[in-house]
């Protein structure tokens, strides 16, 4: 079982839907988890950042970490156009400054 | 200049060859990390830089990759010998102290193709 497993997709929904995007894990020992958005060719920037379980909202972008089910969402809402690109969850563990990413999912925003 | 700067942005380079990637971090960032992102996988871990020296080298493949960082600043990544299997983004980030409590900034890559 790999450490962080993501759904590859493809994704297509149209504009103004809301997205769901998740990552599960194996490791418990994870306690910082990251999102980050990745336009073609370009490198990977930080979308959300969150510490623990709970909720984190940021704008359109809703973050939810639940360690006790090793799983994390990202929720886009009102999607644009411009939020077409591949999205990666990441973990870490104190301790190490080694991040774990999953493959991404690529979504696209029709519209 | 204001981001995480690489170079450079593509190589093709023939198998067997040797291969030096550059990494420029932000200035002022003490960490600096090199991953690797394959054709559809995700990003894979190499090595981490704190100040010059390198704490976590866990992540390199094999004994044909190497890297350096000198003056706390610019990093580079070597690969020896290279295989086909090597093609793949290497991509550099820097950040403040590392990333369990800061973000973490990556640059654009370097896209290597080995042929």
């Known amino acids: 079982q790999k450490e962080v497993e993501q759904d590859p997709g493809p994704l297509s929904v149209p504009e103004g839907a809301i997205v769901s995007l998740n990552c599960t894990y194996s490791?418990?020992?994870?306690?910082?988890f990251m999102w980050y958005r990745q336009y073609s060719r370009k490198g990977p920037e930080l979308l959300m950042y969150?510490?623990?379980?709970g909720n984190k909202e940021d704008g359109r972008f809703t973050a939810q970490v639940d360690k006790s089910s090793k799983y994390i969402s990202l929720f886009i809402r009102d999607s644009q156009p411009s939020d077409s690109a591949t999205y990666l969850c990441?973990?870490?563990?104190?301790?190490?400054?080694?991040?774990?990413f999953g493959k991404g999912t690529k979504l696209t925003v029709n519209p | 200049g204001a981001g995480v700067s690489q170079s450079p942005s593509n190589k093709v380079t023939e198998k067997g060859k040797d291969v030096e990637l550059r990494c420029d971090p932000i200035?002022?960032?003490?960490?600096l990390y090199w991953y690797r992102q394959s054709l559809g996988q995700g990003l894979e871990f190499l090595i981490y830089?704190?100040?010059?020296?390198?704490?976590?080298k866990s992540g390199l493949p094999s004994d044909r990759f190497s890297a350096e960082r000198t003056g706390g600043s610019v990093s580079t990544l070597t690969i020896q010998r290279t295989q086909q299997e090597d093609s793949a983004v290497y991509l550099c980030?820097?950040?403040?102290?590392?990333?369990?409590?800061?973000?973490?900034?990556f640059g654009e890559g370097s896209w290597l193709t080995v042929v």
């Open positions: 200035s002022g960032h003490t960490a």
């Open positions: 969150t510490y623990s379980s």
């Open positions: 490791n418990s020992a994870f306690q910082y």
């Open positions: 980030a820097s950040s403040p102290q590392g990333p369990s409590g800061n973000t973490i900034y």
């Open positions: 830089f704190q100040g010059n020296s390198a704490p976590d």
């Open positions: 990441a973990m870490g563990q104190g301790g190490s400054e080694k991040l774990v």
